[in-house]
């Protein structure tokens, strides 16, 4: 018998470390937790808003532009 739970626990331990054994799968996330979520990529999606505007401001606010930089103020500006 010491025979056999010797066997089954190499086995087991072989089975483990070769990845036989699965992880026990993450919680589902709670509503707390997608709010945070929802929040986070609304702030980030703010920051890059506000990133796109000051560009747009700091490259397009020159009184003279040429052809070329008001074909890419206007892309910048659809970007937005």
Do not use: H, I, N
């Amino acid at each position: 018998m010491d025979l056999l739970q010797l066997l089954t626990t190499a086995a087991l331990t072989l089975a483990t470390s070769l990845g036989g054994a699965k992880p026990p799968d993450a919680p589902p996330p709670t509503v707390q937790g997608k709010l945070e979520l929802r929040e986070a990529q609304q702030r980030s999606a703010m920051l890059e808003q506000k990133k796109r505007r000051r560009e747009f401001e700091r490259l397009c606010s020159l009184p003279l532009l040429s052809p070329e930089r008001l074909q890419d103020c206007r892309a910048l500006y659809r970007e937005m």
